[in-house]
T-cell receptor, first 114, second 113 residues
Framework: AAGVIQSPRHLIKEKRETATLKCYPI?????VYWYQQGPGQDPQFLIS???????DKGSIPDRFSAQQFSDYHSELNMSSLELGDSALYFC?????????????FGPGTRLLVL | KNQVEQSPQSLIILEGKNCTLQ??????????LRWYKQDTGRGPVSLTI?????NTKSNGRYTATLDADTKQSSLHITASQLSDSASYIC????????????FGTGTRLQVTL
């Protein structure tokens, strides 16, 4: 079965640079979530989109923005990168964005900021 | 503050043995509880999801229990395999949307020969 696809899988950037992470949800899933997971920490919810509209917002820094496109893929744009942004960034998808719907996680993008 | 605590923090068992992981939560209101398996550097994979009215749910060698009165859940792994080595994360939903999910910090399980 098709899973959530994230690209790139690994990314190295320098401070103050920008990065764009992409997420392709499971076919027919209409909701996308972004999480940030630091080393040894649990995933922190950043933002979610349902039917191309922002549906919920968590601890996403103002330097980050995201959107969901007409084909339901989503991009997380990160600007003015800081060392502390180094983490695993997960995308998850589900149907209808309801809490009882299982979120299927992608493999993650490992971002390293030098 | 909503919290999810898991124990033990880490666990080492021999292949073939059983083990039980614990999850205590103080999330309110309660909607559902999920157990995820997360391999190092990979995304979490859902194992089970239970609502308030469900006491137990199985997925192969994984069996989760839920006591909504005491706000406790357990994940029992039977006949462990080397591939079970991973972090197991308990996630509790307060309902609504994703921002209402509270993640536990996980139990790191290592299965050895």
């Amino acid at each position: 079965a098709a899973g959530v696809i994230q690209s790139p899988r690994h990314l190295i950037k320098e401070k103050r640079e920008t990065a764009t992470l992409k997420c392709y949800p499971i076919p027919r899933h209409d909701t996308v979530y972004w999480y940030q997971q630091g080393p040894g920490q649990d995933p922190q919810f950043l933002i979610s989109f349902y039917e191309k509209m922002q549906s919920d917002k968590g601890s996403i820094p103002d330097r980050f923005s995201a959107q969901q496109f007409s084909d339901y893929h989503s991009e997380l744009n990160m600007s003015s990168l800081e060392l502390g942004d180094s983490a695993l960034y997960f995308c998850a998808s589900s149907l209808e964005g309801l809490a009882q719907e299982t979120q299927y996680f992608g493999p993650g993008t490992r971002l390293l900021v030098l | 503050k909503n919290q999810v605590e898991q124990s033990p923090q880490s666990l080492i068992i021999l292949e073939g043995k059983n083990c039980t992981l614990q999850c205590n939560y103080t999330v309110s209101p309660f909607s559902n509880l999920r157990w995820y398996k997360q391999d190092t550097g990979r995304g979490p994979v859902s194992l089970t999801i239970m609502t308030f009215s469900e006491n137990t749910k199985s997925n192969g060698r994984y069996t989760a229990t839920l006591d909504a009165d005491t706000k406790q859940s357990s994940l029992h792994i039977t006949a462990s395999q080397l591939s079970d080595s991973a972090s197991y994360i308990c996630v509790v939903s307060a309902g609504g949307t994703a921002s209402k999910l509270t993640f536990g910090t996980g139990t790191r399980l290592q299965v050895t020969l």
